[in-house]
Nanobody, 112 residues
Framework: QVQLVESGGGLVQPGGSLRLSCEAS????????ISWYRQAPGKQRELVAS???????YYLDSVKGRFTISRDNAKNTMYLQMNSLKPEDTAVYYC??????WGQGTRVTVST
């Protein structure tokens, strides 16, 4: 059983930065594509960024140029660097392994 443990969420002012981390147990991490999703209150979960097995990346239009997804296979960890945060980025963020595992979610609140 693979477990994903997220960290790094919190309260930040508009224009600020946060880095989310998601560490996976087991040995499957390096073989899987990865994604970050988010779900804002009253809205559906949406894909924010991903890296597929071939290394190609995807970003939601509204985060392009501000967010960066990355991975460290040696540490079984994936990251989401979020810069120039906006109030509309407020959501619970979830990490995902494409082979079918989810993190528990970490809350990001962008507010004054």
């Amino acid at each position: 059983q693979v477990q994903l443990v997220e960290s790094g969420g919190g309260l930040v002012q508009p224009g600020g930065s946060l880095r989310l981390s998601c560490e996976a147990s087991g040995s499957i991490f390096k073989f899987s594509g990865i994604s970050w999703y988010r779900q804002a209150p009253g809205k559906q979960r949406e894909l924010v960024a991903s890296i597929n097995r071939g290394g190609s990346t995807y970003y939601l239009d509204s985060v392009k140029g501000r967010f960066t997804i990355s991975r460290d296979n040696a540490k079984n960890t994936m990251y989401l660097q979020m810069n120039s945060l906006k109030p509309e980025d407020t959501a619970v963020y979830y990490c995902n392994l494409h082979v079918g595992y989810w993190g528990q979610g970490t809350r990001v609140t962008v507010s004054t």
